[in-house]
């Protein structure tokens, strides 16, 4: 079974304004928490796995966030050198 999280930059009018960002990870199945005795065992398999992927989107599209602060700092810099 696969997890997939998605994440992307929207503005205030609910534009999109990035690219989607998808990661996705392999999780047990549901029919594994069937044997009661191995409940722990597979949920921290499931919790471990959503972790690290949703970690690996956050960062991912936090990059996309910092690139275009950095762009938009730069041309504001540019546009002030001008004048």
Do not use: H, W
């Not at 597979?42 to 471990?48: G, N």
């Not at 936090?62 to 938009?72: M, P």
Request: hydrophobic share 35%; proline share 4%; charged share 35%.
């Amino acid at each position: 079974m696969r997890l997939r999280f998605t994440a992307e930059m929207i503005d205030d009018n609910g534009e999109r304004v990035s690219m989607p960002i998808e990661v996705e990870t392999a999780v047990p199945n549901p029919e594994e928490f069937g044997d009661k005795s191995r409940f722990y065992e597979i949920f921290d398999q499931y919790e471990r796995a959503a972790l690290e992927a949703r970690n690996q989107a956050a960062e991912e599209i936090t990059e996309c966030y910092l690139n275009a602060a950095t762009a938009l700092k730069k041309g504001l810099k540019e546009e002030k050198d001008v004048k």
